[in-house]
């Protein structure tokens, strides 16, 4: 490993010890904002891409996420995402400790795609 990289990945691991509860904080917000909670897990992206105002909130969590998370390689910072507010989301989870997952469903000939939204288990 180069020496640069190797800073880079001693950087990004400080930076996640450090803030550790403050990115948990960032992925309340998003749950409150996305409706998950303990009896509710999924959301409906067809439903999200509807509400602009779900949407907008989700991406003012930028300036946060910017200072508690190692984002340069997330698509969203890189602005190569059609879908920001998507983008965004799945990186929060996907750098925390959660799973997101999706299943297609068909209802009255529409396609559906639900989210869910799963704490991993870090005790195996």
Request: proline share 1%; aromatic share 10%.
């Amino acid at each position: 490993m180069s020496e640069e990289k190797e800073v880079k990945v001693r950087a990004s691991k400080k930076k996640n010890d450090i803030y550790k509860k403050e990115q948990e904080k960032v992925v309340e917000r998003l749950n409150e904002i996305l409706g998950i909670d303990e009896s509710n897990n999924k959301f409906i992206l067809e439903e999200l891409k509807r509400d602009e105002e779900r949407q907008r909130k989700i991406i003012e969590l930028e300036e946060e996420i910017k200072r508690v998370f190692v984002y340069h390689d997330w698509p969203y910072f890189k602005g190569i995402v059609e879908n920001k507010w998507l983008s965004l989301l799945r990186s929060i989870y996907k750098n925390t400790n959660y799973e997101l997952s999706y299943r297609q469903t068909t209802k009255g000939g529409e396609k559906n795609i639900i989210y869910i939204i799963n704490k991993k288990n870090n005790d195996i």
